[in-house]
């Protein structure tokens, strides 16, 4: 375990790609330069975090290889470079965000979603979300053939999966978090509901808006929704595999 008042450089680097990376909502709420960080490596990981955040560190310190082992079990796949995990608390917002470059890395909102929101469905709220977060990496990063010799020279900017349909990489990420919980979007009345009425107002969204780009109710929840209920019936229809 590693504490201290200075950025090692790998966090110094994670904060910089958050800075660059981060949504435009949460952009004027910069971190505090006289932030305390800490950081821990696990097997796989390594987790950063600042003064006041250690209850949810020490959570999840505890799930983060069980995790691990639950998401590389169901994707097959698991990067080898450690993921870097950042604990930060700078929004009211339920959410959290995963990146490849220029290395494997997660940003973590420690608040819990509030009664109303899609999230809102969950038995162990930090460990459904880093299930979620964490199964997009090792889906992006899952490679093989040219593209992995490729890899070897660019770097992770090599990453097929990255160009797959938003309503794929995200519908894939909330399918995991409903296999990995007893809860999730894919078991939520709430998406039921969003998904019952697009059909019964005849608004359900065609594939040109599947990315969840749009304006039109229900706008950005179409990836996560519509994708995993996709998912979901082609596993009822055809199997898990």
Avoid at 118 to 140: A, G, P, Q
Avoid at 227 to 236: P, R, S
Wanted: glycine share 8%; hydrophobic share 40%; aromatic share 12%.
């Amino acid at each position: 375990m590693r504490n201290g008042r200075g950025l090692s450089l790998p966090l110094l680097a994670a904060a910089l790609v958050f800075l660059a990376a981060a949504p435009r909502a949460s952009s004027a709420a910069s971190l505090d330069p006289k932030l305390k960080w800490h950081t821990a490596d696990t097997e796989h990981f390594v987790v950063y975090w600042y003064d006041g955040e250690e209850l949810a560190a020490k959570r999840l310190l505890e799930i983060a290889e069980l995790v691990h082992d639950d998401v590389k079990k169901a994707v097959g796949w698991a990067p080898k470079p450690k993921t870097h995990v950042v604990l930060t608390d700078v929004t009211d917002s339920a959410n959290g965000f995963a990146i490849s470059v220029p290395f494997n890395t997660i940003r973590l909102f420690v608040t819990a979603p509030q009664e109303g929101s899609s999230l809102d469905y969950y038995d162990d709220w930090l460990r459904m979300l880093f299930t979620h977060e964490y199964t997009h990496v090792c889906h992006i990063d899952k490679i093989s053939g040219m593209p992995r010799a490729m890899r070897a020279v660019f770097g992770t900017i090599i990453d097929p999966n990255q160009i797959e349909p938003r309503w794929i990489v995200e519908g894939y990420a909330t399918y995991q978090e409903t296999q990995l919980s007893q809860t999730g979007r894919g078991r939520s009345t709430f998406a039921d509901m969003i998904v019952r009425t697009a059909v019964l107002e005849g608004k359900f969204p065609k594939i040109s808006r599947a990315g969840g780009e749009t304006e039109q109710w229900p706008t950005g929840y179409i990836p996560y929704i519509f994708g995993v209920k996709f998912l979901l019936y082609l596993e009822e229809t055809y199997g898990v595999e």
